[in-house]
């Protein structure tokens, strides 16, 4: 933290007067930068090691071996940026074996357990059941009960750790016209999906996640909102949908299926990433900023007419992979988009855009919406990382402390994270 007031002090001069000039021209800024201290963004375990395509995966040096290390490089995140409070595992890729020292590392750096994710789209050794065909969609009773069984475990673990919500994401499919009956797939899925229902603790959440293909390229039994949240409906008022960015076909609208699902108070989350093409994890941000912004947007309208506190209802996640990118470096890039999305969003001029769209007048609804997207709102992040004894500039102090090549020290040079 020597090292944070250093680094700071060196910028304070010049962010007073960025962050004075927007105090002048946004009345709401001490509001905006007191919602952006309150936000935090859970980071997924499987994305702090270098990733890869199923052409080749080059890790990075230093990279977490255990859970441990994992929790440390999210608290280091957490340190700089102040924003990423939590972090979301997938099981069997961690495993708390001993949920109570990990749980204590964890509150040490004030890390919460996000939602827990199982993991019924591969094989693990000495399983019974082969998952080849699907999970709990699969024609076979048995293999149904296999993976029934993992999601309850998966609660379980959860339990041990403080967390309070399940994320199911599904690979069920097929890839074949012919291969399956879709009425027969969806009902499977849905009975397998009340069973582990049944188990939930009373607080807890279910959150469903759609995606339109891959692994299979024919048809995801749970292959978008429309899907989801008929599951989520017939399960009832613990199950709702996760919205995973890059799992929509070219061009959707996500911000609209974002609105509607909030109205039906069925939005239970989100894995944020970007995409050019598919499901391509990217950095948030990277390339399609303005479709998060009106994502961000819808958010915050729809969450003030529900009377929602932005920072505790939703579950606010990354689902990145990284090739070519120093992880930890990417978080740090990821985690400042969202929030600058959110920013702009709560930039917005609520009462003229009402106006502008009660009395058809398109050009100024637009200009609103534009104005706050085209406002520079990072002096308003950097305060917020100030005031929570973050750094202003969590990128530079990781480069200029050389933070990589401690972990490395630390790691070793060969080192594979465990996940995708
Ligand atoms: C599937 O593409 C997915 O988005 C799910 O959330 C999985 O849990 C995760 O990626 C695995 O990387
Ligand atoms: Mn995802
Ligand atoms: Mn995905």
Redesign the pocket.
């Known amino acids: 933290s020597g090292s944070i007031q250093a680094h700071n002090d060196s910028l304070l001069k010049d962010h007073v007067r960025r962050f004075d000039f927007l105090r002048e021209n946004i009345p709401a800024a001490e509001d905006i930068v007191s919602k952006l201290i309150a936000f935090q963004v859970a980071i997924?375990s499987?994305a702090l090691g270098t990733g890869g395509t199923r052409f080749g995966r080059f890790s990075g040096p230093g990279e977490p071996g255990t859970l441990e290390e994992k929790i440390l490089d999210v608290a280091l995140l957490h340190q700089l940026n102040r924003s990423s409070g939590a972090i979301s595992l997938?099981i069997p890729w961690d495993i708390p074996d001993h949920p109570d020292s990990i749980r204590s590392l964890a509150d040490k750096y004030g890390i919460r357990f996000d939602a827990v994710?199982s993991?019924t789209?591969q094989d693990q050794p000495g399983q019974a059941q082969s998952y080849k065909f699907g999970s709990l969609q699969h024609v076979d009773k048995a293999v149904r009960k296999q993976a029934i069984e993992h999601n309850i475990e998966v609660i379980r673990h959860g339990v041990a750790l403080g967390s309070n919500t399940l994320?199911v994401?599904l690979?069920d499919g097929s890839c074949f016209p012919g291969q399956l009956n879709f009425r027969r797939a969806f009902l499977n899925t849905l009975e397998s999906l009340q069973e582990i229902y049944a188990a939930l603790p009373a607080d807890w959440k279910m959150l469903v996640?759609y995606?339109a293909y891959?692994p299979n390229f024919y048809s995801t039994t749970v292959g978008d909102w429309g899907q989801s949240h008929l599951l989520a409906s017939k399960l009832g008022n613990k199950a709702y949908t996760?919205v995973?960015l890059?799992?929509h076909h070219p061009n959707t609208n996500i911000e609209q299926i974002v609105s509607l699902l909030l109205m039906e108070g069925k939005l239970g989350g989100f894995?944020f990433n970007d995409s050019k093409y598919g499901?391509d994890?990217l950095t948030v941000g990277s390339i399609k900023p303005y479709q998060l912004f009106l994502i961000f947007n819808e958010l915050v309208e729809g969450m003030d007419a529900r009377k929602m506190d932005h920072a505790l209802e939703l579950a606010w996640m990354i689902?990145a992979?990284h090739n070519v990118k120093d992880p930890l470096e990417d978080l740090l890039q990821s985690v400042e988009a969202i929030l600058l999305a959110y920013a702009q969003a709560l930039l917005v001029d609520r009462q003229s855009l009402y106006h502008a769209q009660q009395e058809n007048d398109v050009v100024k609804a637009q200009e609103i919406l534009q104005d706050a997207f085209r406002t520079d709102c990072r002096p308003l992040l950097a305060e917020a990382r100030l005031r929570s004894g973050g750094a202003l500039h969590p990128l530079g102090i990781f480069r200029d402390m050389q933070l990589r090549r401690t972990l490395t020290e630390q790691r070793g040079i060969h080192t594979v994270a465990t996940?995708?």
């Open positions: 997924p499987w997938h994710n993991n789209f994320t994401w690979a996640e995606k891959e996760l995973d890059g799992h894995h499901d994890d689902d992979s996940g995708l």
